[in-house]
């Protein structure tokens, strides 16, 4: 017995000394981020903040701060439902994904197969915003799967681009029909080149954008609290949204019915546990736990840039209260397939160049900083986007979690 004992000591000691290290936050690290984001919330700066930092075997801060609802006193919650908006964008184009591993869409597919309106696609030029003038001609070139994915197809939104605002104010035109802003392939525009990957997925697999991606990601995932559409027994959970004006807020209390929007490119409700989940998966090349997403070397493909010379460029405001010119890294920053990516950091303290990372409107932020292996979801609600402060906080606590994170 003493030989059979002494055998499963020596068992277990060879298992444990292959183990990874248990990775942590120290109490200090915790203490420096959480009195940072309080501050925040104290000065008036933003009403409430969720974040959370992961390491590939789970999280290792993660708090909650200001209120929920300020209008009826409810405090913030590590479990409070924020609209991501268009940090569907990511989960979305992993299903596209998913699609091109199975052989069932192509990268350098003209996305007119399978979404007829994006076929003979018109391109502004001439555009003169005194006059109120424009003209368009035929794009050079057909609009494929990766330039959706990298946001280089010419597709641009009416509220960020002041040429497409005008067309829309004159015009009133379907979203389809809104003129490109470049040939296809040629600059990065940032629009709803996302909302036709979702199209594409529903002509290939013939499920809903909410139903594939419930049965594909968000399932498998155990992202249990990531939905277009809340369930009512969840209301109660749901971030009221501020609007900043002149350093004020004023509040948009929830409806009793909250609205659906079924849409691929910013439609998803979620929390921060949940979409650290998604996170997780991909610092796990694809894997979370049993449930394998992606391949590794798919999730590889995804992080590399897809844009060749083309660099991220930043996005005039056509509407200053929904938002103010984004992103950060434009003029250096690439895409890959879903992601923004980072360039060279000027600070050794941001995240690591390659880090993938993308944003909601709400000020909602996420990243995956691969080589410290890392990831981190700050969670805000709040107009406008890049609203200076939340890019202040942002920051800021980036830079304490890669200070103190080990």
């Not at 996302?194 to 529903?202: A, Y």
Request: contains cysteine.
């Amino acid at each position: 017995m003493l030989r059979t004992f002494l055998t499963c000591l020596v068992a277990v000691a060879g298992v444990s000394a292959v183990l990874p290290a248990a990775s942590s936050m120290p109490a200090a690290g915790s203490a420096a981020i959480s009195a940072f984001l309080k501050d925040a919330v104290d000065k008036g700066q933003v009403p409430g903040i969720v974040a959370l930092v992961v390491r590939r075997d789970g999280a290792i801060y993660h708090e909650a701060f200001g209120r929920q609802d300020v209008g009826k006193n409810v405090p913030m919650a590590k479990d409070s439902i924020f609209r991501i908006a268009s940090m569907t964008k990511p989960v979305t184009s992993i299903g596209v994904m998913m699609l091109v591993e199975e052989g069932k869409v192509g990268l350098d597919d003209d996305a007119a197969k399978w979404v007829p309106t994006m076929r003979g696609r018109q391109v502004m030029y001439d555009l003169d915003q005194a006059a109120g003038t424009w003209k368009t001609r035929p794009a050079n070139r057909p609009i494929t799967i990766r330039q959706l994915l990298t946001h280089t197809s010419g597709i641009g939104y009416n509220w960020s681009d002041t040429g497409l605002a005008l067309v829309q104010r004159k015009e009133m035109p379907q979203e389809d029909a809104l003129p490109l802003v470049g040939d296809p392939g040629t600059r990065w525009t940032y629009g709803s080149s996302t909302r036709v990957l979702g199209d594409v997925i529903e002509k290939i697999s013939g499920q809903r954008i909410d139903a594939y991606l419930q049965a594909r990601i968000l399932g498998p995932l155990g992202m249990r609290d990531t939905f277009f559409e809340v369930p009512k027994d969840r209301y109660a959970r749901v971030v009221t949204t501020h609007q900043k004006r002149d350093g004020k807020f004023t509040e948009t209390p929830n409806p009793a019915t909250l609205p659906v929007q079924l849409r691929a490119d910013g439609g998803l409700l979620s929390t921060a546990d949940d979409y650290a989940r998604f996170i997780r998966m991909m610092l796990n090349g694809g894997q979370l736990g049993s449930a394998r997403v992606l391949k590794q070397s798919t999730v590889r493909d995804i992080g590399r840039n897809h844009m060749g010379a083309i660099r991220v460029r930043q996005q005039p405001s056509a509407n200053p209260g929904l938002s103010k010119p984004y992103p950060l890294g434009a003029g250096s920053d690439t895409w890959g397939l879903g992601f923004q990516l980072a360039g060279r950091p000027a600070n050794p303290l941001d995240r690591s160049e390659g880090s993938m990372s993308w944003a909601g409107i709400f000020n909602t932020e996420f990243w995956i900083d691969p080589k410290r292996e890392i990831g981190g979801v700050l969670l805000m609600q709040m107009l406008p986007f890049y609203d200076d402060d939340a890019i202040r906080i942002l920051q800021g606590f980036e830079r304490l979690v890669n200070q103190h994170a080990r």
